[in-house]
T-cell receptor, first 111, second 113 residues
Framework: QKEVEQNSGPLSVPEGAIASLNCTYS??????FFWYRQYSGKSPELIMF????GDKEDGRFTAQLNKASQYVSLLIRDSQPSDSATYLC???????????FGSGTQLTVLP | GAGVSQSPSNKVTEKGKDVELRCDPI?????LYWYRQSLGQGLEFLIY????????KSGLPSDRFSAERTGGSVSTLTIQRTQQEDSAVYLC???????????FGSGTRLTVV
């Protein structure tokens, strides 16, 4: 069974620190990877996607992909209390024609 | 439309009644997905539509659940003879190309009493 695994947390970091969220996947055929942010009581919102090995930066967010090790990570620099949410990792494999989601990591940024 | 629209936003129904949940995807998006999310849980895949292809119904939990998509656009998820365990948020998502990720609607919160 193709899986995406995340540490459920909760992960707490102080305001201004770097939050590091990790995700591993089992399907080596996975081609693209996504990070969604879900605030409590809201629907998931796509914040980052990455296709190629290495880093991809967008503002305070950096997605990292290592296909050889089958892991994806999301770094949030200068964390803010407004970043407190559940972060969902997802992988796309052409054979599945849908995204496979992890169960999410709950992040709390403490003021 | 500008985003994925779901209605109603909240639905309270009595056990045993049928309910219909509606999803209007982003215009031009050919792929449409339904997920369920119980309180504090992850996303549970239900069903996937892609263009005119036969839907992938592999995630539907029982034959009480069905969905259709008319004209390649609006989709309706129907739950017959609702049970208390059907209480959850039902999320719809659409995409132009699935490898570019989904856009989710705001969901329908279903409560079966």
């Amino acid at each position: 069974q193709k899986e995406v695994e995340q540490n459920s947390g909760p992960l707490s970091v102080p305001e201004g620190a770097i939050a590091s969220l990790n995700c591993t996947y089992s399907d080596r055929g996975s081609q693209s990877f996504f990070w969604y942010r879900q605030y409590s009581g809201k629907s998931p919102e796509l914040i980052m996607f990455i296709y190629s090995n290495g880093d991809k930066e967008d503002g305070r967010f950096t997605a990292q992909l290592n296909k050889a090790s089958q892991y994806v990570s999301l770094l949030i620099r200068d964390s803010q209390p407004s970043d407190s949410a559940t972060y969902l990792c997802a992988a796309y494999s052409g054979s599945a024609r849908q995204l496979t989601f992890g169960s999410g990591t709950q992040l709390t940024v403490l003021p | 439309g500008a985003g994925v629209s779901q209605s109603p936003s909240n639905k309270v129904t009595e056990k045993g009644k049928d309910v219909e949940l509606r999803c209007d995807p982003i215009s031009g998006h050919t792929a449409l997905y339904w997920y369920r999310q119980s309180l504090g849980q992850g996303l549970e895949f239900l069903i996937y539509f892609q263009g005119n292809s036969a839907p992938d119904k592999s995630g539907l939990p029982s034959d009480r659940f069905s969905a259709e998509r008319t004209g390649g656009s609006v989709s309706t998820l129907t739950i017959q003879r609702t049970q208390q365990e059907d209480s959850a948020v039902y999320l719809c998502a659409s995409s132009l190309e699935v490898e570019d990720g989904y856009t989710f609607g705001s969901g329908t919160r279903l409560t079966v009493v």
